[in-house]
Structures are given as structure tokens and as C-alpha cells.
């Protein structure tokens, strides 16, 4: 778990048209996307990866992707179920903008939703929102490593 700290990239996050707060982090890798919120919270986006990005001699100007669908990621509230009461939100749309400072460093802004009524949640603990729409925004800037 430590090792994985490390590679965390800082970075901002809004729910549902909140103002801004700074998250521990985002990384990036060749699976997924996985943004780090509060504690045991994290967004990992199953469709988006380090592989979908230009090689660094056509890292230039400013990328988008939109993604629709029924899973595109997951916000969960714990790590294992088994740990207590969860949330799960199946992320349904996506938009993501990249805009490559350099060769060395991209700043991205991913915004996306999911619909409440296709969430999973623990009946007994959770007494939120179970209709309606999810958002959330995530701002970061991602630097390559060298290989």
C-alpha cells in the first residue's frame, strides 16, 4: 500500500458542483485511472489508461475523449466490502481533456456521472440520495517518466 503513495500524483476534486478540495492523488498506469478521495474512497476509471496516451515526440497541443456507457468506472467507499458499509456508483459518462504542457508533463481534467438509481449501496447504513445524478470533476497534471 505505501508503494503505492508514492506514484500518487496531487490533485483537485469537485462533487456534484462543489467547490474544489485537494485529493491525496491520481495514478496513472497501464490498467486504469484511479483517483484517490477521502480515506478509503477512490474512482477508478476501467477505461482509460497510460497506454490510450501519444508517444512523447507527438505529446503536443490538447487531446479529448468522451465515453458512454454502462461501466465505465466505479466510485467505491471501501477497499473490500467484507471491511463494512459500501457505496458503489457505476460511472456512465465520461469527459476527458489533456493538454500537453511539454513533452514531459500533461495537465488533464476529467469530469463525469453516473446515474443514483444504478448505484449498489448498504440498505441499513447508507440514508443518502438514491435517485438523481452523481458528478464529479478532477483536476491534476501528470508527469511522464522517462524510460
Excluded at 26 to 42: A, G, N, P, T, W
Excluded at 54 to 66: F, H, L, S, V
Excluded at 94 to 110: G, P
Aim: hydrophobic share 35%; glycine share 6%.
Amino acid at each position: 500500500m505505501e508503494s503505492q503513495a508514492i506514484n500518487l500524483e496531487p490533485g483537485t476534486v469537485s462533487i456534484n458542483g462543489s467547490a474544489a478540495i485537494t485529493i491525496p492523488g491520481v495514478r496513472l498506469d497501464y490498467r486504469s485511472l484511479e483517483i484517490h478521495l477521502f480515506k478509503k474512497e477512490r474512482i477508478r476509471l476501467y477505461t482509460f489508461n497510460s497506454l490510450m496516451l501519444p508517444i512523447e515526440a507527438k505529446r503536443d497541443g490538447t487531446e479529448y475523449y468522451k465515453f458512454f456507457g454502462p461501466k465505465l468506472g466505479l466510485y467505491h467507499d471501501t477497499i473490500d466490502i467484507r471491511e463494512g458499509p459500501y457505496i458503489n456508483h457505476n460511472i456512465e459518462q465520461l469527459e476527458i481533456s489533456i493538454q500537453y504542457y511539454s513533452h514531459d508533463a500533461a495537465h488533464f481534467i476529467i469530469k463525469g456521472c453516473c446515474d443514483l438509481t444504478k448505484s449498489y449501496f448498504d440498505p441499513y447504513w447508507y440514508k443518502g440520495v438514491t435517485s438523481g445524478s452523481w458528478t464529479f470533476e478532477v483536476s491534476f497534471t501528470h508527469r511522464f517518466q522517462k524510460a
